[in-house]
Nanobody, 124 residues
Framework: VQLQASGGGLVQAGGCLRL?????????????MGWFRQAPGKEREFVGA????????FYADSVKGRFTISRDNAKNTVNLQLNSLKPEDTAVYYC??????????????????WGQGTLVTVSS
């Protein structure tokens, strides 16, 4: 499975961005597609995820109500809409695929494939 994340950039606080993650190779509707982020000097943290088959989503408390994950089956793409951005949302955002999990998961170790990351910078 190959994952390609895109859509990052520089935005002012309160603004929005849309990240995309294109999946190719051996993909499956049983996968869980997750988004993580890593700010400078901090550990990588879970942002949200979607169960590809059902569309069920769940989010970290820090982004709930501001970020939305969706999928485009025709394009094999998972999107992350970031609204009401804050400076503390500045990070490299990664998409990842969990291929072995039946239930949704927030653990980094449960995700088998990772994209290269895309930088989101929110200015105050």
């Amino acid at each position: 499975v190959q994952l390609q994340a895109s859509g990052g950039g520089l935005v002012q606080a309160g603004g929005c961005l849309r990240l995309s993650c294109a999946a190719s190779g051996r993909t499956s509707s049983n996968y869980i597609m997750g988004w993580f982020r890593q700010a400078p000097g901090k550990e990588r943290e879970f942002v949200g995820a979607i169960k590809w088959s059902s569309g069920y989503t769940f989010y970290a408390d820090s982004v709930k109500g501001r970020f939305t994950i969706s999928r485009d089956n025709a394009k094999n793409t998972v999107n992350l809409q970031l609204n009401s951005l804050k400076p503390e949302d500045t990070a490299v955002y990664y998409c990842a695929a969990a291929t072995r999990m039946l239930l949704t998961t927030t653990r980094i170790s449960d995700y088998d494939y990772w994209g290269q990351g895309t930088l989101v910078t929110v200015s105050s």
